[in-house]
């Protein structure tokens, strides 16, 4: 039986945790999640999990305490944002390197500077190729639910990788919403008994963790982590379909809204998402044929899936919530094109870059997306052609 | 060392074999090489407690040697060497080898 709850984002991921009951989570506090812990801390005062929270004194310290916990075969949890995840950047990779199924939301917030705390995806699209698996959440309800699937993703034998799940700061994270979440006998079942394939602790099979590996292995340890991620594409999928039987509400590599005869197809993910589902459904009631294609899992990219999501379209608007500098278009532009690139498919593509730092996305701004791609149709558009949306001119 | 294929070898660079440090030879990254004076050495075993890779070799509770194949020349040995004493002595590898 569901229970209904009326959350933040943050209070929601908190409530996974709180359910999931990792071994060990280790924490620094940075705005927009610093909520996320704090609630978390709550529940580990009042006795209501057994977690060890390990309070330390920076974003680098809580990612290598993650590591070690992990490494000792501990299910481990963490969270940050923006600069936090920038200054753990070193260990984040090193998590990756060393597959350890570290589960961490990252409550998506613009890297400094100049310094801002509001959202954009600077910091989890910067350590995209970190390794780590990317699920993107859409609202509290995506959070939660995300949390919870994310545990069965990172520590399944055929993936062992840490996995990140983003929700978009202060739109999501501080925005009350209502939520269905599971009870607490279904949740713990439902994550079960983490077993580490290796423990540091483990006397009677000592093994060796993150030792030197130069020339002759390191390409051998990255094309296995290559394979993992490949193999995390496939588990995703499944383990969203075990999900929707549990819950009710199905979770695949992308969410295809309107899509299936749509001439005109909007890109994106996170809390954009959900403004642009209603300017879909408003625009659909005026027989516009519009939809909406939304990532969900950025790492592993979902390339088969997007080529059909855009099967029909005629135009396509990517939008793009972080740049990268001195590239074309932003990230998710670039994974598009690649993704179309040789599958003979002819479409114009647009690449949007809009809210950085926080700027507000509305639903006017959505709708002008889809009527510029009604004029661009055919046309052969520039990978540079980027437009700003809600940009002074 | 047998080299072997990426699906053959446990993920994350796990090493599941203990001890097996002694079938890496380091040897080679060595710049600078430690020559023992075995007339010099009065055994007081200062180099063998600082040697970071267990290359001060030992019979019977004395110096005997240096095994070059895991040596990998950082001078400790002879810097802990007794000032008085000093019976080791780092030489430039290539000079070392010219020597021999």
């Known amino acids: 039986m569901a229970r209904r709850l009326t959350l933040t984002g943050n209070d929601a991921a908190a409530e996974a945790m709180r359910q999931i009951d990792p071994d060990v989570v280790t924490c620094f506090p940075i705005t927009p999640q610093t909520e996320l812990m704090h609630k978390f801390a709550d529940f580990v005062a009042d006795g209501e999990v057994k977690a060890e929270m390990v309070l330390v004194e920076s974003e680098h310290s809580a990612m290598s305490a993650a590591v070690g916990a992990a490494s000792a075969g501990a299910r481990v949890m963490t969270a940050t944002s923006a600069n936090g995840l920038a200054l753990m950047w070193e260990i984040v990779y090193i998590a990756a390197s060393n597959r350890l199924p570290i589960v961490m939301p990252v409550v998506n917030r613009a890297l400094s500077g100049p310094i801002n705390i509001h959202c954009d995806h600077s910091d989890t699209m910067g350590c995209r190729d970190t390794g780590w698996i990317q699920l993107y959440s859409e609202n509290a309800q995506e959070v939660y639910d995300n949390i919870l699937q994310a545990i069965l993703i990172a520590e399944n034998p055929d993936v062992l990788l840490p996995v990140m799940v983003t929700f978009d700061g202060f739109i999501i994270s501080h925005t009350v919403e209502v939520l269905d979440a599971l009870e607490d006998k279904e949740a713990s079942d439902w994550v079960g008994e983490y077993k580490a394939m290796y423990t540091l602790l483990d006397t009677e099979k000592p093994a060796t963790f993150g030792p030197l590996d130069l020339q002759d292995y390191y390409f051998e340890h990255k094309r296995q982590q290559i394979e993992g991620m490949s193999n995390a594409t496939g588990v995703i999928k499944s383990v969203g379909k075990a999900y929707e039987k549990l819950s009710g509400r199905a979770y695949g590599m992308t969410e295809r809204y309107m899509t299936d005869d749509a001439d005109y197809v909007v890109v994106a993910l996170g809390s954009t998402c959900g403004t642009a589902k209603v300017v879909v459904d408003e625009m659909r009631a005026e027989g516009k044929r519009v939809g909406l294609l939304k990532i969900r899992s950025f790492r592993p990219f979902p390339h088969a899936e997007i080529v059909a999501g855009l099967a029909s379209a005629k135009a396509i608007g990517v939008l793009d919530r972080s740049v990268s500098f001195g590239a074309p278009g932003g990230p998710v532009h670039k994974e598009i094109l690649a993704a179309l690139s040789g599958t003979g498919h002819q479409t114009s593509i647009v690449n949007y870059l809009y809210g950085l730092g926080g700027r507000d996305i509305s639903l006017d701004h959505i709708r002008s997306v889809f009527e510029e791609l009604e004029t661009v149709a055919g046309k052969t558009i520039a990978p540079n052609e980027v437009r700003f949306i809600g940009l002074r001119g | ?100």
């Open chain 2, 1 to 100: 060392m047998s080299e072997r294929s990426w699906k053959e070898i446990p993920i994350g660079g796990i090493i599941e074999e203990a001890g097996n440090a002694d079938s890496y030879e380091t040897g080679s990254w060595r710049t600078y090489r430690p020559i023992w004076d075995a007339e010099k050495c009065i055994h007081c075993l200062a180099c063998w407690i600082a040697c970071p890779d267990s290359s001060i070799l030992l019979e019977d509770g004395k110096m005997v040697g240096i095994d070059y194949a895991h040596c990998k020349g950082c001078g400790i040995c002879a810097f802990e060497c007794p000032d008085k004493i000093s019976a080791l002595e780092m030489v430039l590898e290539t000079d070392a080898a010219a020597a021999k």
